[in-house]
């Protein structure tokens, strides 16, 4: 299809009969991530899947030697392992995976064709570039990697960010986190925006927020956000390539981004001390709880049950 835009509108448009959107992913090896490529996967033609492995970012890290990145890096999987995280996330996303897998709209072979896979050590590495000009996607969906060099992604005419965090307040790492740390309970959520130079920077698509539940903390919070935003960007994508406008929107402020340093053992110690007296209330700035609703007041995922995390210091 032929992917074009005319002022804040993408729009698409058949080259010959039966023409689809073409994807290509370029994502990290994490659970959501996993999910976000099967749902994209059943639903459109993905070409190609472009895999940076959280281990090769942390390698990379250590090998330009930014070593307090390495490092706070390297606490925050830690923490998230030993706290039992890490293995709330995978069961999440398995479980939606499969939710997602019954749930699928045949179209065709599309959905069951399995894309080439191309794993690196580095999203920027040649052979990044030499698919995306050999594959010419219509669309690329960003996911988990590491800064993307705007060289590396100039030839797609569309690129669009699954950000964890509610943009333009909460960009960098941890969005979900530092939202709900604040208190800041109507900006607990994920984005859809443009990939740019700009680090969280692009133009919005659209934003969703999870349903509050008790006792809920960050974790559960952002594995809600990111399902919805899948399930999001798989309605935008569709509406686009039955011949729908896109339209987008330039964030209204600029703010700093959030990096891993700035998730420190001593603030999640504070956090922890004021939900164990109740002076952190989720629920008393929480929306109803019972769907997820974008900027523009649509609900995107009624009943439905998480980051994509920028570099932590990019060149």
């Not at 993307?148 to 030839?155: C, F, K």
């Not at 594995?223 to 509406?239: D, G, H, M, Q, V």
């Not at 956090?271 to 649509?298: Q, V």
């Amino acid at each position: 299809m032929r992917v074009t835009r005319d002022g804040g509108v993408f729009t698409a448009t058949p080259e010959r009969p039966g023409d689809r959107l073409r994807l290509v992913l370029l994502i990290s090896d994490d659970p959501q991530q996993r999910y976000l490529r099967d749902v994209l996967a059943a639903r459109f033609e993905v070409a190609a899947v472009v895999v940076e492995p959280s281990a090769a970012q942390q390698r990379r890290l250590r090998v330009t030697r930014r070593w307090r990145a390495y490092l706070w890096r390297g606490y925050q999987i830690l923490r998230q392992r030993l706290t039992g995280r890490a293995a709330y996330r995978r069961s999440y996303f398995r479980a939606a995976s499969v939710a997602a897998s019954r749930t699928a709209p045949a179209h065709g072979d599309a959905g069951r064709r399995r894309p080439s896979v191309l794993t690196v050590d580095w999203i920027n590495a040649p052979a990044v570039r030499a698919l995306l000009d050999d594959v010419r996607p219509d669309v690329l969906v960003v996911c988990g990697t590491s800064y993307i060099r705007p060289g590396t992604i100039a030839g797609p005419p569309l690129a669009i960010n699954v950000h964890g965090g509610v943009l333009p307040w909460y960009r960098g790492n941890h969005g979900v986190y530092f939202a709900f740390e604040a208190g800041d309970f109507a900006r607990v959520g994920a984005s859809l925006h443009l990939v740019t130079a700009d680090l969280d920077g692009g133009e919005l698509l659209d934003v969703v927020r999870p349903p509050f539940r008790p006792g809920d903390q960050d974790e559960r919070l952002y594995c809600r956000a990111f399902r919805a935003a899948t399930r999001r960007l798989e309605a935008l994508l569709a509406r686009l390539e039955q011949g729908g406008p896109l339209p987008v929107r330039p964030q209204s402020v600029r703010t700093t981004p959030y990096r891993h340093r700035d998730r420190t053992p001593w603030r999640e110690l504070r956090l922890l001390w004021r939900r164990l007296t109740g002076a952190h209330a989720p629920l008393a700035g929480a929306g109803s709880g019972d769907a997820f609703y974008g900027d523009r007041g649509e609900t995107v995922g009624e009943g439905e049950e998480c980051h994509v995390q920028g570099p932590d210091d990019h060149p």
